[in-house]
């Protein structure tokens, strides 16, 4: 066994316990979740045509990348934190880490403060409480939050078979609301008058735009592919069904955002899109006392996944903190982090600030590790080399200056083309700061001799 100080554990092959059905719920159950509807009546405001294209473009080419990363766990064993030891460095990859922790966290408070809201419209059919938003609202936010934060510890408490566990059950519910999600959309309008409608020019997204934030949102899935790929003994299912439960579940989800949000602004008269969350087209459209709690559950299978990327991303960094207590700490913090919505009074605000920041950072990380293993660096995702601070890995002091400037490059693209009107009414930034970031990556690591034997 290796001794260093940065040894971590690799998954056996007789501890692999995830079949196809596993993996697709846990991938599936990830997108469909209340973030993922959030988002959908986010880049509703592309149009139901331009919004379902960029979701099926930016779903698509995110989901390759998680393939590809899912392959690495698959192969190695390995978290995707531990992974970036390889591109980063070994203290490098604390970068990527504090990354993933602060984008697992988010989603974790993204996702319990839609719940949360949920029980709010319950405890005011129960016990009259004023809904957020009018004054005493904040009341039921905080008891939802609390609750929430509890049925989280619970479902991780024992681990990836507790996560296992909360996928299997949840997902099955998820396809069941989808389903009458839908009955009760085209109840209201019909499919030919969402496709004419039109958004108000004034609060129309550009596609551009809305392919970033759908990438966004797809690409924080990719850094905690390994998380759970390490869990399979079979390649294909490493590969296959992260991609098409993660791709199934944001479609599904994204269309059900995307309708509802058009649906109640042709009923209303008024596109608003602080109307993109749940808990709020589903009380307008009348869905009703079970609808809230599917939500409530739906927020439970998502966090599953979060919880377990974030603590394993906490673990790469405090490396004497237990897995188990890592569930927790994240746990908490994240409850502590949904509490801002009220604190600044914009649920919407701070969501779109979140996604700007995951779409910046993410690209280029992503497209830095996957040049990385499959181009430069293969032969040396052993858990000995990934582990040793006098190795190929240990770099300059412990990090990769060549991946470090890349990123910061990679960054510095996407603020710079993010608000270029021709990229935002087209391709958005995000794919091409990633391609860049690839490019840069491969050629600074051939051109300073840092390339190793890929065979």
Known sequence: MNNSKYAFRVIPQDERNMNYWDMFATWFGANANNGTWFIGGVVAACGLIGGTTATLIAGV???????????????????????????????GSIIPSLINITLFLGWTAVNTFIAATSLAFIFHSLFKWPLFGHPGGNLGMIVGIGIMSVLHILSIVAGQRSVQLVERIGVVLVII?????????????????????????????????????????????????????????????????????????LMSFTLIGICTTISVAMTSGSYDPNNSDPSIIANKLGLGFIAMIVIVLTSMTANAVNIQAGASALNNVFHKVSFNKSLVIITIVSMLLTFVPLLNGSFLSSFTSFL????????????????????????????????????????????????????????????????????????????????????????????????????
């Open 177 to 249: 609301f989808v389903i009458l999600e839908t009955i009760v959309v085209f109840k209201n309008v019909s499919l030919t008058d969402l496709l004419h409608y039109r958004i108000p020019a004034a609060q129309k997204m550009p596609f551009g735009l809305g392919i970033d934030t759908i990438a966004a949102a797809s690409l924080g899935w990719v850094t905690g592919a390994a998380d759970f790929t390490r869990f399979t003994r079979k390649k294909h299912v490493a590969i296959s069904a992260p991609f098409w439960g993660a791709l199934l579940g």
């Open 61 to 91: 080419l995110a989901y390759i990348f998680l393939s590809m990363l899912g392959y690495v766990g698959y192969q190695t064993g390995a978290t995707n934190t531990v992974l970036s030891r390889g591109s980063f460095g070994i203290r």
């Open 356 to 455: 700007d920041y995951t779409g910046m950072l993410l690209g280029p990380i992503i497209a830095i590790m996957c040049v990385d293993y499959f181009l430069l660096n293969r032969k040396n995702y052993t858990p000995q080399t990934l582990a040793n601070p006098k190795g190929q890995l240990w770099y300059q002091g412990g990090y990769n200056v060549i991946a470090i400037v890349t990123l910061v490059l990679g960054v510095i693209l996407y603020l710079v083309l993010k608000n270029m009107p021709v990229i935002k009414e087209t391709v958005g930034a995000t794919f091409i700061s990633m391609i860049f970031s690839a490019i840069v990556y491969y050629g600074l690591s051939r051109g300073f001799g840092l390339e190793k034997n890929t065979k």
